[in-house]
């Protein structure tokens, strides 16, 4: 938990006593790989914080794509299941035994009125969200494959994190080009 406490502490402006009941709040949840945080269908009602492990956001079914990875450090929910509150489109899987910390919806609307500070942080949560979601369609338009791999390269740790499979979905690619690829960098 102390992630999490480290976390808070450096994007919130409370006191001991404020953050205690802050953290009260989440419970611990640890996924083994290839378990399911949140299926297809379902309604997202928790954030999570990534402590350990890795998760992937993946649409599809015949050949799932893997929309998104979240790291360690990071805290999300699934936004276009969680605030409208509809069925998701993706199936949210750990891609290696991961822990995170959550937090319900009813939590986290208690904190907000109960907090200010909460407020302005869940404010900078979607803002935060958004511009990755924005760097990421940019990404796309602007930069080769090439380019974004080695984004990815400069990422400490993210490459141990997720097959080289996933990898070529989230880029857009075939295993087999992102071999290429890989071949032709070397």
């Known amino acids: 938990m102390q992630n999490l406490k480290n ?12 953050l205690d009941d802050i953290i009260s709040e989440f419970r611990e949840k640890t996924y083994e790989k290839g378990q399911l945080v949140l299926k297809r269908g379902q309604i997202a009602n928790y954030y999570y914080f990534v402590s350990e492990g890795a998760l992937r956001f993946e649409l599809g079914d015949d050949a799932p794509l893997t929309a998104w990875i979240v790291e360690p450090g990071e805290f999300f929910t699934e936004i276009t299941s969680y605030n409208p509150q509809k069925p998701t489109r993706f199936n949210i899987e750990a891609v290696t035994q991961t822990t995170v910390y959550c937090i319900n919806k009813a939590s986290m609307e208690r904190l907000f009125e109960k907090y200010a500070s ?5 404010r900078k ?23 974004r791999y080695l984004q990815f390269l400069k990422r400490p740790g993210f490459m141990q994190l997720i097959s080289v499979k996933q990898l070529a979905s989230y880029l857009g690619i075939t295993p087999n080009a992102l071999s290429r690829i890989r071949k032709n960098l070397r």
Do not use: C, K, P
């Open 118 to 122: 909460w407020q302005q942080f869940g």
């Open 125 to 147: 949560l979607w803002e935060t969200m958004a511009m990755r979601m924005i760097d990421e369609i940019i990404s796309f338009q602007v930069m080769t494959v090439e380019e």
């Open 7 to 18: 976390f808070l502490q450096s994007n919130l402006n409370v006191n001991t006593i404020e």
